[in-house]
Structures are given as structure tokens and as C-alpha cells.
């Protein structure tokens, strides 16, 4: 059935953006169908990729298959593997249940205090990844990012809960100044 008007149109310059971007890339396209005023459609002609294709159990490694993916540093398990899961990864389970009570306390209206934990458990997972040399799936990256990541969030966190209106426990008179010169009173 033919497109006519504005939506040919875009039909038309989107089917060409992508032809576009396929010679681009060097792959191959074939029209789908052609007829008189009608769009011609494109269809990507590649193979599917499967992971377990090749190079598992004796079989020759294929050009698609992944063969392996580097684990982040410090990313073993934190308790021997005869241990129950939970056992295996107390870092991250600790500083799940340190955030998890912190939402629980800021849902019963005490927003200030559940931020502190929040801001705490972010920081205590950058020391448990700074200090222990395995902490299991609390390892995303490597152990330098991970730490920078942890820290910056937990402090960001602590201390925007610190200055957090109405009565802030923490000010900073230069950061106060700041937000009297950009928000001006009328």
C-alpha cells in the first residue's frame, strides 16, 4: 500500500538515512518491496550473533562468540564458595540494607536523617572496596573508580542533606551568598 503526503515523506527520508548509514558502515542492504509510488524498504542482511556458538566445550572458536569477560578487580566472591550466597556477598547486601533503611526512614518523614544514611552507606561501600581485597558484586569497575564513584556520591549526598532547607544543620556562607545572588528577591 502506498504512503502519500507528509508521512511518505518522512517514510521516504528516514529509509534514506538509514541506507545511508548502512553504505556507511559497509553493510548490505536488499529492498523489501518496490512498486510504483511506493517506499522502498530496507532489511539489514547480517548474521545473528549467539554467544555460546564456538569456542566452548572442545568447539572451535567463531568469529561472533565472546570468549571471555575480565572480571573487575576485587570482584571474587568476599567469603569461600562453600558459604550461602548471602555470606558470599556481605559487602554489597551491607550497604544495601544500610540504603534500603534509609529510603524506609526518609518514606516516615524524616528525610534529613535518611539522606544521612543513604550519603553513609555510599561511603561505607568506598571504604569496604578501598580496604577489603575481594567485596564480591559491590566490584562494578576497577577498584580506583569504583572508590571514586562511592566516595563522591556519599559525601555529594551527606552534604546536600546537611544543607537542606528548612534549617539547614550545615552552612556554607559562600554557597548561601551564591543562591542570594542568583535568586533575588522582588
Known amino acids: ?9 518522512r517514510t521516504a527520508a528516514a529509509a534514506a538515512a538509514a541506507a545511508a548509514a548502512a553504505a556507511a558502515a559497509g553493510e548490505a542492504r536488499e529492498p523489501r518491496e518496490a512498486g510504483a509510488g511506493a517506499v522502498v524498504a530496507a532489511r539489514l542482511r547480517r548474521a545473528v550473533r549467539r554467544l555460546p556458538l564456538g569456542g566452548a566445550k572442545g568447539l572451535p572458536p567463531s568469529r561472533h562468540s565472546t570468549r571471555d569477560t575480565a572480571r573487575p578487580e576485587g570482584g571474587g566472591r568476599a567469603a ?3 558459604a550461602p550466597a548471602p555470606a558470599r556477598q556481605w559487602p554489597l547486601l551491607s550497604v544495601l540494607i544500610v540504603a534500603g533503611l534509609g529510603l524506609l526512614v526518609i518514606a516516615f518523614d524524616a528525610f534529613r536523617v535518611g539522606l544521612l544514611l543513604i550519603g553513609v552507606a555510599l561511603l561505607g561501600g568506598a571504604a569496604l572496596r578501598w580496604l577489603l581485597p575481594r567485596v564480591g558484586m559491590l566490584a562494578v569497575r576497577s577498584r580506583f573508580t569504583d572508590i571514586i564513584t562511592y566516595g563522591v556520591l556519599g559525601v555529594a549526598i551527606v552534604l546536600l542533606a546537611l544543607m537542606a532547607q528548612p534549617k539547614p544543620w550545615l552552612e556554607i556562607p559562600f554557597l548561601d551568598d551564591a543562591l542570594h545572588f542568583t535568586v533575588r528577591n522582588s
Do not use: F, V
Open 1 to 9: 500500500m502506498a504512503e502519500t503526503g507528509r508521512g511518505a515523506d
Open 80 to 82: 569461600p564458595g562453600a
